[in-house]
Each structure stands twice: as structure tokens, then as C-alpha cells.
T-cell receptor, first 114, second 113 residues
Framework: GNSVTQMEGPVTLSEEAFLTINCTYTATGYPSLFWYVQYPGEGLQLLLKATKADDKGSNKGFEATYRKETTSFHLEKGSVQVSDSAVYFCARVSGGTSYGKLTFGQGTILTVHP | DAGVIQSPRHEVTEMGQEVTLRCKPISGHNSLFWYRQTMMRGLELLIYFNNNVPIDDSGMPEDRFSAKMPNASFSTLKIQPSEPRDSAVYFC???????????FGAGTRLSVL
């Protein structure tokens, strides 16, 4: 089936630390992959996406590379800020005639301290 | 663009009462999704519509939940009767048909006492 697995959190870092949040997906076809971010009290918003193998999505200093060989889409940022504190969701398109249905991972809570 | 608009932002009700959550998708979007978010179960897809037609309601927990989309600019999610275990944040999202990016509303935080 279609599933997404994220590393369990929560993740707590100091400002300017390096961030990695792991995400793997089930390899049914070559789905588009996404990272969404949810800031406190808000809905989810798209952070970045990649549509095919070896694509790199990037936004706001965050990056993720579509790795077909390891079925992974890990999120990275070289230097986190306090304002990056949020919940991060990895997601994939569910495939088939699913009208853009997405399958989300369980979410990873990130807290960045000054 | 105003984005996806949900109302109310917060709802507190007593067990057994009917609750109606509302959503206005982004103009021109023709796919609409209802999600529920809890600490225990994370983000769950309840139902989604395409061109106002329900496509998949397999995520709806039970018969107490129902959703409608009478036109392209409005959808409701109703819980009748409500129970304390329905307490959660409910999100609505919309997208263009065939597109894969979903745009989320700010959510409705429901508390059933």
C-alpha cells in the first residue's frame, strides 16, 4: 500500500544546529513527495516538494532529495532558527485516480531553543 | 486570495449535541478534503470530494459523522451526536483537480465535554 514513515520525535535543537528529519515511503511507483510544516495554531502549509527521482526540493533553507534507491526523502537544514519550531509532515501522493489524495506521516515536532 | 476559510475556529459543546463545521475552499479549486488531527492518531483523512461529489469516505469514523458539499464554494462536516472522543482539530484543505498540492485552512478546534 501507500505509506510514509517519519522518524519519531520530538526533536530539540539549539539555534544554528544542523537538522535532519528522516522520512521513508513505500515504493509503489514514483509518487510526488512533499514536506509540509505546521506552525503553532495554524494549518499545514507546503514547505517543499519533489516530483521525480534525484529531484531536490528546497525552500527557506530546507532541502530534501528524492532518493529512489533508498525510498527516502529526508528533510535537512544547515542552521535552524527558533522560528523553525513547528511540526513537520512528510507526505506522498497516494497514486492512481485519487484526485490528489495525500498520505501523511505521523509528524515530527521540532523545538529550537535560543 | 483569502485561502481556505474554516469556521468556527473554536467550538466547545456538550456530549450529545450536534456540531457543524464549515469550510470555504479556495475559489477555483475543485477537490476538497476533511482531516482530523489528534495527538494519539496524528492526521487522518476523513473524506474528500471532487467536483462536489464524495469520492472516498472510508476515513469517516462512524455513522455519527456526515459531510456534504452542496456547491463548489462550501462544505460542512457534521457530527451528531457528538462524543468526548471526537475532540480534535478538524482541518479542511482544497486543491486543483489533478494537482497534488493541498492548501489547508487554519482548522477548527473542537472540544466535546
Amino acid at each position: 500500500g501507500n505509506s510514509v514513515t517519519q522518524m519519531e520525535g520530538p526533536v530539540t535543537l539549539s539555534e544554528e544546529a544542523f537538522l535532519t528529519i528522516n522520512c521513508t515511503y513505500t515504493a509503489t511507483g514514483y509518487p510526488s513527495l512533499f514536506w509540509y510544516v505546521q506552525y503553532p495554531g495554524e494549518g499545514l502549509q507546503l514547505l517543499l516538494k519533489a516530483t521525480k527521482a534525484d529531484d531536490k526540493g528546497s525552500n527557506k533553507g530546507f532541502e530534501a532529495t528524492y532518493r529512489k534507491e533508498t525510498t527516502s526523502f529526508h528533510l535537512e537544514k544547515g542552521s535552524v532558527q527558533v522560528s523553525d519550531s513547528a511540526v513537520y509532515f512528510c507526505a506522498r501522493v497516494s497514486g492512481g485516480t485519487s484526485y490528489g489524495k495525500l498520505t501523511f506521516g505521523q509528524g515530527t515536532i521540532l523545538t529550537v531553543h535560543p | 486570495d483569502a485561502g481556505v476559510i474554516q469556521s468556527p475556529r473554536h467550538e466547545v459543546t456538550e456530549m450529545g449535541q450536534e456540531v457543524t463545521l464549515r469550510c470555504k475552499p479556495i475559489s477555483g479549486h475543485n477537490s476538497l478534503f476533511w482531516y482530523r488531527q489528534t495527538m494519539m492518531r496524528g492526521l487522518e483523512l476523513l473524506i474528500y470530494f471532487n467536483n462536489n461529489v464524495p469520492i472516498d469516505d472510508s476515513g469517516m469514523p462512524e455513522d455519527r459523522f456526515s459531510a456534504k458539499m452542496p456547491n463548489a464554494s462550501f462544505s460542512t462536516l457534521k457530527i451528531q451526536p457528538s462524543e468526548p472522543r471526537d475532540s480534535a482539530v478538524y482541518f479542511c484543505a482544497s486543491s486543483l483537480e489533478g494537482a497534488d498540492i493541498q492548501y489547508f485552512g487554519a482548522g477548527t478546534r473542537l472540544s466535546v465535554l
